[in-house]
């Protein structure tokens, strides 16, 4: 009976208060028999299958907001330019210029990339590791977008924070993957239902980070359009937050996005850069 109580209490979920009120004073006055109770155990189960039907879009939906967003990651990255008055820019992985670089719209612009998915033209011809080892330059914006793997990442962002002007902004791409696939680290795993869509681990070197002492000076957020646009920027109330996820699980770290990458909404970046 226990047992039975337990599971019809479980289907209720989503039921009427007053009808689980009512189901449970029957049970009480024992004003229900066991075949009765098995009976609307059965419908309650029926019913809440139907009334509260599991909406899990496709990939093929989520692969076409996120190729086609209302927002882009160069409209993010122009309106801060826009914003801050920014002259100089520079972008860790460019691959086709023509996909991000060229719609950047900054007076002086420079481009790293060692040309491992493509023979584009960049201004450096080299990985972020070689380039940062030997730049003196500070640039008003940094976008990383370069090798999608968490260690690599987090050495990008150190090494953009000490590259950026005093009001700087460092941005970073793929930091919100909709799915385990998309996080998956090896990218030419296209077995997966994510095919070939990749945003790597970024998405940990985001949490390493708001965890880090630096998430005392620096806060963090990622916008969520366009696969997840980091924003890192100076701050004077700076907040760090716990890693209680040690082990960088997918399934507890989408949980609960925005505490572990400060997931903001388009409306919530316009109203915080207006
Ligand atoms: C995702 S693509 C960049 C896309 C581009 N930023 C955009 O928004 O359209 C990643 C690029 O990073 C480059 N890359 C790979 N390893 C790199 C590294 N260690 N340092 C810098 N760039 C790297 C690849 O050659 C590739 O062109």
């Not at 990651?73 to 992985?93: A, D, M, P």
Request: negative net charge.
């Amino acid at each position: 009976m226990q047992a039975q109580y337990t599971k019809l209490i479980i289907c209720c979920d989503g039921l009427q208060c007053k009808q689980i009120e009512q189901l449970y004073n029957d049970i009480k006055n024992n004003s229900i028999h066991l075949f009765m109770l098995k009976k609307i155990y059965n419908k309650l189960t029926l019913l809440t299958k139907e009334s509260v039907p599991v909406q899990t879009p496709s990939f093929e939906a989520i692969d076409t907001v996120n190729r086609n967003p209302i927002v882009t990651r160069y409209q993010i990255i122009n309106h801060l330019v826009k914003k801050f008055g920014y002259t100089s820019y520079l972008e860790i992985g460019v691959r086709n210029p023509d996909e991000c670089f060229n719609f950047i719209e900054c007076a002086k612009k420079h481009g790293v990339d060692p040309g491992v998915e493509g023979d584009y033209v960049v201004d450096f011809n080299m990985t972020s590791d070689e380039f940062f080892a030997q730049n003196t330059n500070k640039y008003d914006i940094i976008f990383i977008d370069g090798l999608h793997i968490d260690e690599q990442v987090s050495r990008d962002i150190r090494n953009a924070i000490h590259s950026i002007t005093e009001n700087g902004t460092v941005l970073l791409h793929d930091c919100n993957p909709p799915t385990l696939h998309h996080a998956r680290e090896d990218y030419y795993d296209f077995t997966t239902p994510a095919k070939d869509y990749w945003n790597g681990t970024v998405w940990k070197s985001i949490v390493e980070f708001r965890a880090s002492e630096l998430a005392q000076s620096y806060e963090c957020n990622v916008v969520n359009t366009d696969w997840g646009v980091g924003i890192i920027r100076k701050t004077n109330n700076g907040h760090r937050i716990v890693n209680n996820n040690p082990f960088y699980s997918f399934r507890k770290f989408e949980l609960n996005r925005s505490y572990y990458i400060g997931l903001i909404s388009i409306e919530e970046f316009y109203l915080k850069y207006r």
